[in-house]
């Protein structure tokens, strides 16, 4: 039933305690192999496969990770409806002394003009948190502390649904000074991120930081 079992990372707060539910009858041979992180739920679990015993955090596994299909952020492909998964990208609130770094996307960028949290496309085999690293890194130049899961922005991109997940974040040492998909990066206060059009996907994500969402980061 199970060959390799890969506990994996909370896709919340990043920590490995992950519990593995697994709905339905095992192999005798998969029960007594199994490690002690898995949970036989049997024939009538309900609810996510998945659990962090750091921080409480539910999730289904097959909602988590890289995009079936390549595709730029905000931009679909030609299959038929349907068809695609959903195209999974991952964004950054980045603080720094009680400001947020916003983002304006370059003129020869889709969604030229408005304004969104860095980030980019999840590639196979990595978490949302390593995409987010390697994201910031190739397009601000900058390593990043990421934080816990802020929540999730969506868009209909016609032939696919796309999933923005944004997590807080800290620069480690040096600030983004450029980037390449932007023309303007800025740090303004909390109060002010209304003040900008924002791309679709990030307007929950601005309401959440608006209404109060503080950052959270794990302990050190």
């Not at 980019?120 to 994201?135: D, H, N, T």
């Not at 303007?184 to 994500?205: C, H, N, S, T």
Request: aromatic share 6%; hydrophobic share 35%.
């Amino acid at each position: 039933m199970h060959n390799d079992w890969v506990r994996g990372t909370c896709p919340c707060c990043g920590g490995d305690q992950v519990i593995h539910r697994v709905i339905g009858m095992p192999t005798a041979e998969a029960h007594e192999t199994a490690p002690a992180w898995v949970d036989w739920a049997g024939c009538t679990g309900l609810g996510p496969d998945r659990s962090c015993e750091e921080c409480a955090h539910t999730w289904w596994a097959e909602d988590v990770g890289a995009a079936e299909e390549d595709g730029d952020r905000g931009e679909g492909d030609d299959e038929a409806p349907g068809e695609l998964a959903p195209l999974r990208v991952v964004g950054a609130v980045l603080v720094r002394d009680q400001q947020i770094l916003t983002a304006r996307r370059a003129p020869s960028r889709s969604s030229a003009g408005l304004w969104e949290f860095p980030g980019g496309k999840i590639e196979p085999g990595e978490s949302p948190q390593q995409a987010l690293v390697r994201e910031l890194r190739e397009e601000l130049g900058i390593e990043v502390e990421v934080g816990w899961l802020i929540g999730r922005g969506e868009a209909d991109l016609g032939d696919r649904v796309l999933h923005l997940d944004c997590y807080w974040a800290r620069p480690i040492a040096a600030r983004p000074t450029s980037s390449t998909d932007h023309d303007r990066l800025e740090w303004v206060d909390r109060g002010a991120l209304r003040e900008r059009e924002w791309a679709g996907p990030d307007v929950p994500i601005v309401e959440r930081i608006v209404a109060g969402a503080a950052p959270q980061f794990r302990e050190r």
